[in-house]
């Protein structure tokens, strides 16, 4: 999978700490992530925040005598019984939840947002093609410096014009996203120059080793406003 800077994978004395935080035997590919990439967001779909196991999460969400009613458990009960004593170790930002799971069968379970249908997977990676949002990771630790936005929205207009401006004068290595919201990846800041026509706003995230460079491309960025 592509990387936006540099994957910060997760060394085995986390590792271990991570297999104490459930009761149960974590599955090995979502280990093998964990030290390959580290938390982070896989994007390019609806965005998967993969994170550290949180057996709280569903449960502190919903009611906890009630949380599995959201979704229909008429044909797998068994499922709903291995949820219980599951962890919630991704989320997308359409609201779908990836719980790791105590059963031989199928190690995770997908509780969507929009249906009430749960899903069986015994991999990640069919949940990340599923979901469909294999095409980059994005480290954790990436910051974000936001021009425009909400509260000071630059208008579309304003917004191609800088874009127009910033790939004249720099060069990028990927792109990703919507023609509308294209995200311009930048190695050299360990991340990325976001142009959001449809909010009329500019992201520049970045690693913070690399947090020099950055400020640069804010800069020139601001001193075109």
Same mark, same amino acid.
Not at 1 to 27: N, Q, W
Not at 97 to 114: S, T, W
Not at 211 to 223: L, M, S
């Given at each position: 999978?592509?990387?936006?800077?540099?994957?910060? /994978? +997760?060394?085995?004395?986390?590792?271990?700490?991570?297999?104490?935080? @459930?009761?149960?035997?974590?599955?090995?590919?979502?280990?093998?992530?964990?030290?390959r990439y580290g938390y982070g967001l896989i994007g390019g779909g609806p965005e998967l925040q993969v994170q550290?196991?949180?057996?709280?999460?569903?449960?502190?969400?919903?009611?906890?005598?009630?949380?599995?009613?959201?979704?229909?458990?008429? #044909? #797998?009960? =068994?499922?709903?019984?291995?949820?219980? =004593?599951?962890?919630?170790?991704?989320?997308?930002?359409?609201?779908?939840?990836?719980?790791?799971? #105590?059963?031989?069968?199928?190690?995770? +379970?997908?509780?969507?947002?929009?249906? =009430?249908?749960?899903?069986?997977?015994?991999?990640?990676?069919?949940?990340?093609?599923?979901?469909?949002? =294999?095409?980059?990771?994005?480290?954790?630790?990436?910051?974000?410096?936001?021009?425009? /936005?909400?509260?000071?929205?630059?208008?579309?207009?304003?917004? /191609?014009?800088?874009?127009?401006?910033?790939?004249?004068?720099?060069?990028?290595?990927?792109?990703?996203?919507?023609?509308?919201?294209?995200?311009?990846? @930048?190695?050299?800041?360990?991340?990325?120059?976001w142009f959001d026509l449809v909010y009329g706003s500019i992201d520049v995230g970045f690693q913070p080793q690399?947090?020099?460079?950055?400020?640069?491309? @804010?800069?020139?960025?601001?001193?075109?406003?």
């Open positions: 999978m592509y990387t936006i800077g540099i994957a910060e /994978g +997760l060394d085995e004395a986390t590792i271990s700490a991570v297999r104490d935080l @459930v009761e149960f035997e974590l599955p090995d590919d979502y280990l093998a992530f964990l030290r550290a196991p949180d057996s709280e999460h569903i449960s502190g969400t919903f009611s906890v005598e009630f949380f599995c009613d959201f979704w229909d458990w008429t #044909d #797998d009960q =068994e499922a709903r019984t291995a949820l219980r =004593e599951g962890t919630t170790v991704a989320i997308t930002f359409d609201g779908d939840i990836v719980c790791c799971v #105590d059963n031989a069968e199928f190690g995770y +379970l997908l509780l969507p947002r929009h249906s =009430e249908v749960p899903v069986r997977f015994a991999g990640l990676l069919p949940i990340i093609r599923h979901l469909g949002v =294999e095409e980059y990771f994005e480290p954790a630790s990436t910051q974000v410096e936001k021009i425009g /936005g909400w509260e000071r929205p630059l208008g579309q207009q304003v917004v /191609g014009d800088l874009r127009t401006s910033f790939l004249a004068e720099h060069t990028y290595d990927r792109i990703f996203g919507h023609p509308d919201q294209p995200k311009y990846v @930048v190695q050299s800041i360990g991340g990325y120059v690399f947090e020099q460079e950055a400020r640069k491309v @804010v800069e020139f960025i601001e001193d075109l406003l």
